[in-house]
Each structure stands twice: as C-alpha cells, then as structure tokens.
C-alpha cells in the first residue's frame, strides 16, 4: 500500500539523516 512505501522512504530519510 502506498502508507507501507512511505513509511519506509521516511525511514530511509531518517536513516541517511542521522549517518
């Protein structure tokens, strides 16, 4: 479902935020 994609692209935001 389009929540689960961004959800993850959010994590992935994050991710690359705190590295």
Same mark, same amino acid.
């Given at each position: 479902?389009?929540?689960?994609? *961004? =959800? *993850?692209?959010? $994590?992935? =935001?994050?991710?690359?935020? $705190?590295?």
């Amino acid at each position: 479902v389009m929540a689960q994609r *961004a =959800l *993850a692209d959010g $994590m992935e =935001l994050m991710a690359n935020a $705190m590295a």
